[in-house]
T-cell receptor, first 116, second 111 residues
Framework: ETGVTQSPTHLIKTRGQQVTLRCSSQ?????VSWYQQALGQGPQFIFQ???????GRGNFPPRFSGLQFPNYSSELNVNALELDDSALYLC???????????????FGPGTRLTVL | DAKTTQPPSMDCAEGRAANLPCNHS???????VYWYRQIHSQGPQYIIH???NNETNEMASLIITEDRKSSTLILPHATLRDTAVYYC????????????FGKGTKLTVNP
């Protein structure tokens, strides 16, 4: 069973640019959630994708968008980068609504984004 | 999801039990108590979760009070590798998948 993977591990962009972060979910998981973690803070929920549809969104502007693919992998896109977007971006996969009711989220290692 | 309250930091001697408290006085009947930890700059690692019964796995034990207003995560024999930020989260299974993280407890295990 493979765990959650994310790429790239580190990324440096300049203000105004666009970025795409990628996440491969754990084997068998059909749901991916994305979180942003600023330095010294807990992770903050951005949005979740379930079966290729957005299924809940946190308090983030529309320039944060995402996709989920048929193999359940996911992308997070951020347009018009701002300095405050510098953070660790985490994705987590889960299998909600499973017969066992177990929908624990398992996190990837994260992508460290620095905006200059 | 209910808000949780944790002490900002704790210390523990290596080899001793680490007992991390969490208050969740507004927890609702269908919310589980989840614990994650995050070692510096890594992704959060799932530890354990429970509803009302005490739970134990290979990593830790979770003790939930009878009124469910508080819980304690127990690491029975802390090692230096257990130094991390520990997050207690009240979460409804099967509903919104959003996990609401607070600032957690920074546990430092000392040699």
């Amino acid at each position: 069973e493979t765990g959650v993977t994310q790429s790239p591990t580190h990324l440096i962009k300049t203000r105004g640019q666009q970025v795409t972060l990628r996440c491969s979910s754990q084997s068998g998981h059909n749901t991916v959630s994305w979180y942003q973690q600023a330095l010294g803070q807990g992770p903050q929920f951005i949005f979740q994708y379930y079966r290729e549809e957005e299924n809940g969104r946190g308090n983030f502007p529309p320039r944060f968008s995402g996709l989920q693919f048929p193999n359940y992998s996911s992308e997070l896109n951020v347009n018009a980068l701002e300095l405050d977007d510098s953070a660790l971006y985490l994705c987590a996969s889960s299998l909600p609504r499973s017969p066992s009711g177990k929908d624990t989220q398992y996190f990837g290692p994260g992508t460290r984004l620095t905006v200059l | 999801d209910a808000k949780t309250t944790q002490p900002p930091s704790m210390d523990c001697a290596e080899g001793r039990a680490a007992n991390l408290p969490c208050n969740h006085s507004t927890i609702s009947g269908n919310e589980y108590v989840y614990w994650y930890r995050q070692i510096h700059s890594q992704g959060p690692q799932y530890i354990i979760h429970g509803l009302k019964n005490n739970e134990t796995n290979e990593m830790a034990s979770l003790i939930i009070t009878e009124d469910r207003k508080s819980s304690t995560l127990i690491l029975p024999h802390a090692t230096l590798r257990d130094t991390a930020v520990y997050y207690c989260i009240a979460h409804t299974q099967g509903g919104s998948e959003k996990l609401v993280f607070g600032k957690g407890t920074k546990l430092t295990v000392n040699p």
